[in-house]
Nanobody, 123 residues
Framework: QVQLVESGGGLVQPGGSLRLSCAAS????????MGWYRQAPGQQRELVAS???????NFADSVLGRFAISRDNAKNTVDLQMNSLKPSDTAVYYC?????????????????WGQGTQVTVSS
């Protein structure tokens, strides 16, 4: 099977920085777009940033200019560099990717999600 494992969350003061990392592993054939979502208490999960296999990026307006996303296709990893963090960035952050994978004699494709990592921005 396939797993997405995140790391790098934590507590940071307003104006600080954090870097989140996500690694995909398992019976992977190919990894398409990779992205980060977040969900704050009582709110819907929202897209933060995404990057295609070719490096085309997309950001939520609320993080534009503060966050950067990058990926390593050889390692099947994606990172989210978060700068100038605000209390409104507080949420559980999830890594997501559309992955083609081996299943018995077939190649299947679906979205996979990480377990989530807490980011808290507070003084």
């Amino acid at each position: 099977q396939v797993q997405l494992v995140e790391s790098g969350g934590g507590l940071v003061q307003p104006g600080g920085s954090l870097r989140l990392s996500c690694a995909a592993s398992g019976s992977i054939v190919s990894v398409d777009a990779m992205g980060w979502y977040r969900q704050a208490p009582g709110q819907q999960r929202e897209l933060v940033a995404s990057v295609t296999r070719d490096g085309v990026t997309n950001f939520a307006d609320s993080v534009l200019g503060r966050f950067a996303i990058s990926r390593d296709n050889a390692k099947n990893t994606v990172d989210l560099q978060m700068n100038s963090l605000k209390p409104s960035d507080t949420a559980v952050y999830y890594c997501q990717s559309r992955i083609a994978y081996y299943s018995n004699d077939f190649v299947l494709s679906r979205d996979f999600w990480g377990q989530g990592t807490q980011v808290t921005v507070s003084s």
